[in-house]
């Protein structure tokens, strides 16, 4: 039986995979998604064991992507992204477009979201592989001071101290 996205454009799935991998931008969004399915993987692991409770997901234009909900109910919520390409590993966070009369819309406030959680598996290979980082204690725009800075360095190996942490259970304990 067909896949629906086979029956709904006419394809194999071997056609819509080889479109995908020839298109660059397809390929990104593509990496977005699986991102943020290994992460609700994450998620799940946590409710399993018991350190998060509910979670929301949201596919929503200037929203994050999760909403979790550690034990204590505190809500805390996440942004999902992959690192860019190149030789030390990168996150760029910023949004796909901007507002034509307001020239920092594409960046993010530094309160619209509790937790970066940065998918390193474009670089380790290991896609279900995160860096995890408090949002409040990330880099400020030089121009913008209440919106994150674009680009940031992931520490493969995050130290005690700062932002960033290699497991989401102890950012989340951190947070609440």
């Given at each position: 039986m067909p896949h629906p996205l086979e029956a709904k454009y006419g394809l194999t799935?071997?056609?819509l995979l080889d479109a995908i991998d020839?298109?660059?931008r397809l390929t990104v969004a593509l990496e977005g998604a699986v991102a943020e399915v290994h992460f609700e993987r994450k998620i799940r692991v946590g409710s399993q064991e018991g350190w998060i409770g509910e979670f929301e997901t949201h596919d929503t234009d200037g929203s994050h992507d999760f909403t979790l909900f550690a034990r204590s109910g505190s809500p805390?919520?996440?942004e999902v992204k992959t690192i860019r390409k190149g030789a030390k590993p990168k996150v760029e966070v910023q949004k796909t477009r901007n507002a034509k009369d307001d020239p920092s819309s594409r960046l993010y406030a530094a309160n619209q979201f509790d937790v970066l959680a940065v998918c390193i598996g474009r670089?380790?290979?290991?896609?279900t592989e995160f860096r995890y980082a408090i949002a409040d204690r990330l880099p400020r725009h030089r121009i913008y001071p209440n919106k994150l800075k674009v680009m940031h360095?992931?520490?493969l190996e995050p130290t005690e101290g700062t932002a960033w942490f290699s497991r989401l259970q102890e950012v989340i304990d951190e947070l609440v």
């Open positions: 799935s071997g056609e020839r298109r660059f805390v919520r996440v670089f380790t290979g290991n896609w360095d992931v520490p």
